[in-house]
């Protein structure tokens, strides 16, 4: 799997933990509502609902905030959100795609546009860049659930199509169809996964200078900072050298 060593170089994070924290748990929340909205509110009887609380629960958000978060979806005045992608060319031409939960797309539109301009990208039509990525499903576990062979075994026989290990994780990729099915046969053998989501993994990466990674991240930043925005993916890669400098 060409380029996934720097995947986590793609989905890159920054540390101004209590404003990530409080976003990210009003994201998720969010995620929580929309799943429990789709069928009913017992995780045991909601796939959905039961992954978006597995990936809360893996990001220590508190049982109060998720409890909330589901009775919010039978309230008579909880909003109704969309999920809407958003795909276009960052600084240098580089291919993203944005996923977001809105109650109002035209603010959610007129917002990434804007964001997009800002840092000389260009927001594009549906389905301008996202061909050149693949919608898969990933499961991550931590190190500590085995090692790489126990881990790779566990994959293949649980229909998934490849896995990537390092010091602090295990990634385990398969088809965006089976990914209900290959997570529960991996629970099954390995425990709870630490995330179980859907994502848009690059076909190919390109390669960027400092100049530009430092832009790309900005726009990232800047994209993931807005409410309605769920989740950024992009197909740019940087060295670990550029990556320690632009981290420090």
């Not at 958003?86 to 580089?94: D, K, L, R």
């Amino acid at each position: 799997m060409a380029g996934h060593s720097q995947f986590k170089n793609i989905m890159h994070r920054k540390g101004k933990q209590d404003g990530i924290r409080s976003k990210m748990f009003s994201k998720l929340a969010r995620e929580i509502t929309v799943a429990a909205k789709t069928g009913l509110p017992d995780p045991s009887m909601n796939a959905a609902l039961r992954l978006a609380i597995q990936n809360a629960k893996a990001q220590s958000m508190p049982k109060d905030n998720i409890d909330r978060a589901i009775k919010k979806a039978s309230g008579a005045d909880s909003e109704n959100y969309d999920a809407v992608r958003y795909e276009g060319y960052g600084p240098g031409g580089v291919a993203v795609i944005v996923e977001a939960l809105t109650d109002n797309r035209n603010r959610t539109a007129s917002n990434v546009r804007s964001t997009f301009t800002k840092a000389g990208g260009a927001l594009g039509e549906t389905g301008s860049v996202s061909f050149s990525f693949d919608h898969v499903g990933e499961i991550v576990y931590k190190a500590s659930a085995g090692d790489a062979d126990t881990i790779m075994e566990a994959a293949i026989e649980a229909g998934a199509d490849d896995v990537v290990s390092d010091e602090e994780s295990h990634t385990i990729i398969c088809a965006f169809e089976s990914l209900g099915e290959v997570s529960k046969a991996l629970e099954a053998k390995l425990g709870e996964a630490d995330t179980v989501k859907t994502i848009w993994k690059p076909q190919n990466t390109v390669p960027v200078d400092e100049e530009k990674a430092q832009s790309l991240m900005k726009l990232i930043d800047s994209l993931e900072d807005d409410d309605d925005v769920q989740s950024v993916y992009s197909n740019f890669e940087v060295s670990d050298e550029v990556m320690a400098k632009l981290s420090a």
